[in-house]
């Protein structure tokens, strides 16, 4: 009884064991190339190139931004110099008459300057007044930043859009090879019961020789389809980011969902939404700012330095009989430029006039949004109206080749009229797709219209 439980005991902790130290599952073959797509947009955004430049074009314009901030304060600077005089500079002699018994008395040159000089000079510069000059530089930077921001976000969106109708390109060239390679089926079976007839007598064989000739074809337009499908794989790994022949699998989207939208309410939310728009108004109120920095031309400046001054006849600038050790100086300065021939007048007519253009680009981009609405929103009706029909004419080409094959196997038709019957079922297949993924292409187009992704 002992033994039992011991074996027990030790067989129930080897399983155990087994569990612990057993690998997990292997995932199966190509898993780690399986993409949805919410996963290739979100991969698309955070490799593409693109987006790395325009992120690198926020820094930019963040460094401009603390540019115009460091206007705003003191600068300091600071200087060395060596001067040499051909002479040194002396006083005249001079003559001094006193009363006798003195009489006159001769003064001699005396010594004024050396020949060599040294100065170091420390500065402190504070701008006091500019015309608004300094805060409108400022502000324009700051703009920058909101409008590299949206750029970004731009760039996003167009990358989103473009990433879907790469996704949905490779989800239709992957139904067009299924297509073909049933065609191929169809074909392959029928030539063969048209070389059963022939070989019995019961056709002739230019019949046979259709029914291969229409064998060939599909066969052609089969590997026509492969080179699509690799063909759009590569395409949308090159929007990815990713080598050109990276394996590359995709979770298919196939189910249809009619969209019940109000076209005059998607055209008010997407001109509060697009991007365009506010990117426009930022650059507006850039033109705002540009003004006013023209105007500034119109005031003086005013600036105050303050200078320390040390001088010498030695390298150490630590004074002589003929210099001071140090002193020091301040100063406000008051400059002001009131004539230039009509120059700043027309820098500001000039800023005024970008303004003025700024203004109509954006009621030109209104009106273009209103039309990419529009299109993406016909396009979103046109497929949904033509998705039924395509898949109601499966039914009835599928019904169709399925009468003419009984016909032909009892005799009663020809081998042309099955022929036809397939390939009207495989353009009714591909007509579905074609639809049912213009559908989705559309909707990702009225997405990108209405400035979402």
């Known amino acids: 009884m002992e033994g039992r439980i011991w074996l027990f005991s030790w067989v129930a902790l080897s399983v155990c064991l087994l569990f612990v130290i057993s690998p997990a599952p292997a995932r199966s073959q190509g898993s780690d190339h399986l993409f949805t797509l919410e996963m290739v947009v979100s991969y698309t955004i955070s490799h593409n190139w693109s987006i790395k430049a325009k992120e690198q074009r926020i820094a930019q314009a963040v460094a401009l931004r603390k540019q115009a901030r460091a206007d705003f304060l003191p600068r300091l600077s600071t200087s060395y110099g060596y001067t040499r005089f051909s002479e ?16 006159s008395v001769q003064i001699p040159p005396s010594k004024l300057s050396t020949v060599d000089n040294y100065q170091w000079r420390a500065t402190l510069t504070q701008p006091i007044f500019t015309g608004f000059a300094l805060l409108s530089k400022y502000e324009l930077a700051r703009l920058g930043i909101d409008i590299s921001q949206l750029e970004l976000e731009l760039e996003k969106l167009n990358l989103a859009l473009e990433a879907k109708i790469a996704y949905f390109n490779v989800l239709r060239a992957r139904h067009g090879v299924e297509v073909a390679r049933k065609a191929v089926e169809a074909l392959n079976s029928h030539f063969k019961v048209a070389k059963n007839f022939h070989e019995v007598g019961m056709i002739p064989v230019n019949d046979l020789l259709k029914a291969e000739v229409e064998l060939m074809d599909a066969r052609h337009e089969l590997v026509k389809a492969r080179n699509r499908l690799t063909l759009a794989k590569s395409r949308l790994n090159t929007v990815m980011s990713r080598p050109v022949d990276a394996p590359l699998e995709l979770e298919d989207i196939s189910e249809f969902q009619p969209q019940e939208e109000d076209f005059t309410a998607l055209i008010s939310e997407a001109l509060k939404q697009r991007p365009e728009i506010r990117v426009l108004d ?32 030695e390298p150490n600038v630590s004074g002589s009989p003929y210099h001071d050790a140090n002193y020091w100086e301040a100063s406000a300065v008051l400059t002001w430029t009131f004539w230039e021939w009509g120059k700043t007048h027309y820098q500001v007519r000039q800023k005024e006039m ?4 700024l203004s109509y680009l954006r009621n030109s981009m209104e009106d273009q949004i209103r039309l990419e609405v529009k299109s993406a929103f016909s396009d979103l009706e046109e497929a949904e109206e033509n998705i039924p029909r395509a898949k109601k004419a499966i039914e009835q080409a599928e019904e169709n080749l399925r009468v003419s094959r009984k016909r032909y196997e009892v005799q009663v038709t020809t081998s042309t009229e099955v022929l036809d019957a397939q390939t009207l079922l495989t353009k009714a297949r591909k007509n579905y797709f074609d639809a049912l993924y213009e559908h989705k292409i559309a909707e990702a187009r009225l997405l990108r219209a209405l400035g979402k992704m």
Do not use: M, T
């Open 354 to 357: 970008l303004r003025q253009e």
């Open 88 to 103: 040194a500079k002396e006083s005249p002699g001079s003559v001094l008459n006193l009363p006798p018994p003195i009489g």
């Open 282 to 313: 930022l650059k507006i109120a850039q033109a705002e700012q540009e003004i006013r920095l023209a105007k500034s031309k119109y005031f003086p400046e005013i600036v105050f330095s303050y200078n320390y001054i040390k001088e010498g006849d």
